[in-house]
């Protein structure tokens, strides 16, 4: 019903930079947030970044990126970006883009993208 694309991951030096896109499509009535996780090997996924879709679009960022990742979004478009500076070793791992949407006015589900490889190497 409702399907998120992902792209601009890749491969890239420590201190470099990458923009993450995410597209949200199908069955849109409307969405509340949208987010970004990873998952690097042998760890649990975690929430990067989050933007919510009303009022002013208010952001929350996991310590590790404050300052160095922006998220933003066009709602109009139902996407969302992420734009990574200073990128890290550390920050090597599979993204997923997350939204929760609601297909009518009374029902709402979560949706996860397939993933993008993020890896942050010389």
């Known amino acids: 019903q409702v399907q998120l694309v992902e792209s601009g991951g890749g491969l890239v030096q420590p201190g470099g930079s990458l923009r993450l896109s995410c597209a949200a499509s199908?069955?849109?009535?409307?969405?509340?947030?949208m987010a970004w996780y990873r998952q690097a090997p042998g760890k649990e996924r975690e929430l990067v970044a989050s933007?919510?879709?009303?009022?002013?679009?208010?952001?929350n960022y996991a310590d590790s990126v404050k300052g160095r990742f922006t998220i933003s979004s066009v709602n109009a478009k139902n996407t969302v970006y992420l734009q990574m500076n200073s990128l890290e070793p550390d920050d090597t791992a599979v993204y997923y883009c997350n939204a929760m949407v609601r297909t009518t006015y009374m029902s709402s589900l979560e949706v996860w993208g397939q993933g993008t490889l993020v890896t942050v190497s010389l």
């Open positions: 933007i919510t879709s009303t009022g002013a679009g208010s952001t």
């Open positions: 199908g069955k849109i009535f409307s969405i509340n947030t």
